[in-house]
Structure formats: structure tokens, C-alpha cells
């Protein structure tokens, strides 16, 4: 009797609910690291019962799974690095917002900016917020624990996951804490799958927490003579117990990209300047008393400041925090968007680092950030194709993620590790923290089918072709 084929049975046994066309397979080859893989085949399941039917087929017969929300990382995540098949869950997209006790119930492939919007609507609100969430879904957020822009006071992905569904690696289904405010039952599996990049289960369900909608912003841009006068005020701030929902940091370089993009200084008058962009959110007369003292602030440390209550002068400032990303490109054609962290005492250690960095390497580094979590975003800029270039970038990258660590840091706060930083993996952990992370994927996943090649396997990516297709993301 002919071996049955893997394929052949799922398609058997889950009629209706797999692609093999060669452009579903192309879609779904690569996320937003470019890096594609050939694939075999993209299920689409229906129902829990097929998720299972597909691991429990895995198992049997060795076959490699990814899962899939947008396939927005960064990292390679979602790359099927070994083939195989993907599981793509983007479909599973059901949102109910409870008033009452301030839970969304989602499907893994909800939209988050569409889960935002439902809880906004009656006056809650789902603070995690990194800047794909037009596009991202809240299970692809969950594996990889998403930060953004507010993380210093609202915390990340994981401080608002009550509960999670889904499936273990071996095909069956489990079900981690709930919708209950309270839960020490047992070990704590859900925070386990939070930020495991898909290596761990299949989440097919979330209880999440929504808090009251803050009722009020005020947004305040301020420009500094240079990067350490900047950090320095920060650190005044912090010391000031100022909490600000957003304090994002943009170094002189990316300043200057941003002015070339708008044709003119941001502030005028001032040139080469440093900026902060801070924003302080809650009920009006808690606000106010804070705003008093961010002003002063201001006043004492700033070259100058712009600030406002009203939304669309606020969209006016956020302006130049939003060009400036996309204005990099006039650096270079290929950006590396190194999500490293420091610890508050090592910011000013990092931008001198920094500026050492750029003489040494020739290249450009603009940097911008979340200054109150020391969340920075590193951007070696370098053009692909330029052989001396590609190896200045390459080294520089290596410098960088060696010396956060020595500053007593994190190689990534948000993004994760995925395929690009697995080379690095072994910088930040020592051989025993790495043999019991592996040890419970060994358990847990003892055929390894689920998402293998991450995080553990230091993978090249450095001269790999790159898919050319614009995503929808591109340049945002
Ligand atoms: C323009 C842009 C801006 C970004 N800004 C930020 C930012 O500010 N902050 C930040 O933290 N991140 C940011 N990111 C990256 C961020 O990690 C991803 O946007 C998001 O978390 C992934 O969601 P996704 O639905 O696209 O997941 P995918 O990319 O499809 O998958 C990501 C990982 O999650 C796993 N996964 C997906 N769904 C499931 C599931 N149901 N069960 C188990 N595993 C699953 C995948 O296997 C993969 O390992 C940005 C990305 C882009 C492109």
C-alpha cells in the first residue's frame, strides 16, 4: 500500500480549508522581514476541531507549522523558515466588548486598531499600541508581546491578557486563566505563551482588559540643544514622579531627516536641535496640575515648545515624530530597526556609545525612542548593494547589541527575537537560561513542529534576497 502523504490527507480531511495555489502560497511565504521560504501549503481552518485535526497531522507525519496573524514582525517571526504548512488565523477575527466588567472577548485575528475602536466607542479603552495596529492582530501582539509608543505607564500586551484558548503544540486544546480578574491556579501558562513568538501554542482566543478612556490630552513638543540636554531633562522628569503616556525621543539626526522632509525647521529658528514629544492623558484637573509643572519644565530646560489641548494641533506636532521614520530613507536604502532597551541610568551612556558608533562604522544612526522606558529604536541605515557598507552595518550591529547588553540592557523590547536576533541570542542569556528555555519547548513541543528555527537557532540573515512586494505597512 502507497505511504499516505501528509498533504494529501489534510486536504482529505479538511476539505475546503486548504491553499495551494501558487499565490496564496507566495503571500503567506514571508512577513515583513522579506525573507520568504517556500511553502507547501496555508490553511485557512474553519473551526477549533480542524486546528486540531492539522497538529495532531503535523505530529504524525514531521510537518513544520507557522502561525499567522497580519505577519507584521519584524523579526522573521512569521517566516516559515522550515517550510511546511502555515496556519493562517487571520479570518478568526470576532470582537465583544463587555461594558460591565471591561473585557473584550477577541479571536485571535482581530485587527487591534478594530478592538481599540470597539472599546472606545463605549468609553474604554485597550492602551497597547504599537504603531503596525492598523494592521497587527492581537494574536500575533499576544506571541510577540507588543509594546509601542505608551508603554511607561501603561504597560505592555502582557498586563492586559486575563485569558487565553488555544492549542498546545501536540493538538490538544487548553484554556489559560479567563475572564476573572484573579486566577494562581497552577502554573502560570498564559504569561508563558505571552512573547513566545508561536513556539509554544496556538492561541485562538483572548480575554483582554480594557481601562476607563482617558478623557483628556494635552500634547507638548520641546526642542533641546543636543541629544544629552534632551536625556538630561527626561531625567528630570522621572525624578519629578511625572508620568507621562507618551515621551518619545528623536536624536539630532533623525530631527534633521524629519526638517528635510518638511522643507523647513520644526521649530524656527532652531536648528540641529534635539526633540521630545510628550503627552499627558487623564481627567482634566488631575492633568492640569502636571501640565503646570511639565511647563516649567519646559521653560527651564527647552529651547522651545509648542503646546496644546486641541486633537488637531496635536496631529500637527506628532507630525514630525511620524516623518521621521519614513525620512530615514534618504540615509539609505535598507534600514535595520534595532528595538534595544536600557536601563534609565545607561540612556546617556547609549547616545555617547551611539555617536562613537556612527564615526567608527560611517554610517548613519538616527535613533528615536520611548525615553521613559529606555525602549529605543536604533536605525543603522546602509545601502544593500554597497559591499563596504553592508559589512560597516553589520558590524555595527553586532557592536550595538553587545554593548546594550554590558549597559545592562535588552537586545529587544517589543519586536522579539525571531530569526534576525537569534545570532544574538547568546549575548543576552548564559547556557543555563537558554537550556531551560529549550528544555520547556522540548516538552511541550517534542516533534518541534511548532514554528521551529526561532529564536534558538542562530540564523544569516545578512545578504539574503529580499521579497520586493509593497506591503500595506511600507513607509508608515
Ligand atoms: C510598521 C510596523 C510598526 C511596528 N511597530 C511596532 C511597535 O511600535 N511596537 C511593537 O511592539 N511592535 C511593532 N511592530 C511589530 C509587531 O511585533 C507586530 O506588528 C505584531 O506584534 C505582530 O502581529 P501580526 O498579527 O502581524 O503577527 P505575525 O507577524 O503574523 O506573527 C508574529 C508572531 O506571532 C505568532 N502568532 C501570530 N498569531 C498567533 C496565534 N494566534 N497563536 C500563536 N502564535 C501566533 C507568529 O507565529 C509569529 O511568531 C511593528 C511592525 C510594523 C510592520
Not at 534595532?338 to 547616545?351: C, F, G, K, T
Request: glycine residues 8%.
Amino acid at each position: 500500500m502507497p505511504k499516505k502523504s501528509a498533504l494529501s490527507e489534510l486536504k482529505r480531511r479538511l476539505r475546503g480549508s486548504v491553499k495551494t495555489d501558487a499565490d496564496s502560497l507566495y503571500w503567506k511565504s514571508f512577513d515583513t522581514l522579506r525573507l520568504a521560504f517556500p511553502i507547501e501549503a496555508v490553511i485557512e481552518p474553519k473551526n477549533d476541531k480542524e486546528i486540531g485535526i492539522v497538529l495532531k497531522l503535523a505530529n504524525e507525519f514531521k510537518v513544520p507549522i507557522t502561525t499567522r496573524g497580519s505577519g507584521t514582525s519584524l523579526t522573521g517571526s512569521a517566516a516559515p523558515v522550515n517550510g511546511g504548512w502555515v496556519l493562517d488565523l487571520s479570518g478568526w477575527n470576532k470582537i465583544r466588548i463587555d461594558r460591565e466588567s471591561a473585557m473584550a472577548y477577541v479571536e485571535t485575528g482581530a485587527i487591534l486598531e478594530k478592538i481599540k475602536q470597539k472599546a472606545e466607542k463605549v468609553g474604554l479603552y485597550y492602551p497597547p499600541d504599537p504603531s503596525s495596529k492598523k494592521y497587527c492582530t492581537i494574536g500575533g501582539t499576544i506571541a510577540c508581546n507588543a509594546g509601542g509608543l505608551a508603554g511607561a505607564k501603561y504597560g505592555v500586551t502582557r498586563d492586559y491578557v486575563f485569558g487565553l484558548e488555544g492549542f498546545l503544540p501536540t493538538g490538544e486544546p487548553v484554556r489559560w486563566a479567563g475572564d476573572v480578574r484573579k486566577y494562581v491556579s497552577g502554573y502560570n501558562m498564559k504569561d508563558l505563551w505571552i512573547g513566545s513568538e508561536g513556539t509554544l501554542g496556538i492561541i485562538t482566543r483572548a480575554v483582554i482588559r480594557l481601562i476607563p478612556k482617558p478623557p483628556c490630552k494635552w500634547t507638548l513638543l520641546t526642542a533641546y540643544k543636543n541629544d544629552s540636554s534632551a536625556l538630561a531633562a527626561v531625567k528630570a522628569l522621572m525624578k519629578a514622579r511625572i508620568v507621562p503616556s507618551i515621551l518619545e525621543f528623536l536624536d539630532a539626526e533623525t530631527v534633521l531627516c524629519a526638517e528635510r522632509r518638511r522643507g523647513k525647521p520644526i521649530f524656527p529658528g532652531v536648528s540641529e536641535s534635539t526633540v521630545l514629544l510628550l503627552e499627558l492623558d487623564g481627567r482634566k484637573e488631575s492633568l492640569e496640575e502636571d501640565r503646570a509643572f511639565v511647563l516649567e519644565w519646559a521653560k527651564e530646560r527647552a529651547l522651545k515648545y509648542s503646546e496644546t489641548y486641541d486633537a488637531e494641533e496635536s496631529e500637527e506636532l506628532w507630525q514630525v515624530r511620524r516623518q521621521s521614520s519614513p525620512a530615514m530613507y534618504e540615509l539609505g536604502n535598507t534600514k535595520l530597526n534595532e528595538d534595544i532597551v536600557v536601563p534609565l541610568r545607561s540612556q546617556a551612556a547609549l547616545m555617547r556609545y551611539l555617536k562613537k558608533l556612527k564615526k567608527d562604522s560611517g554610517l548613519a544612526i538616527p535613533t528615536f525612542g520611548h525615553a521613559a522606558d529606555g525602549n529605543f529604536h536604533v536605525n543603522i541605515m546602509f545601502n544593500r548593494g554597497d559591499k563596504n557598507q553592508e559589512r560597516a552595518a553589520k558590524k555595527a550591529v553586532n557592536s550595538l547589541m553587545k554593548t546594550v547588553v554590558e549597559l545592562g540592557g535588552a537586545i529587544t523590547g517589543e519586536h522579539g527575537i525571531g530569526l534576525a536576533k537569534s545570532q544574538f541570542l547568546s549575548m543576552q542569556h548564559n547556557k543555563a537560561e537558554i537550556a531551560a528555555m529549550k528544555a520547556i519547548k522540548q516538552v511541550l513541543d517534542p516533534n518541534n513542529i511548532l514554528n521551529p528555527g526561532k529564536i534558538f537557532e542562530p540564523y544569516e540573515v545578512w545578504n539574503k534576497e529580499r521579497e520586493k512586494a509593497v506591503l500595506p505597512w511600507d513607509h508608515k
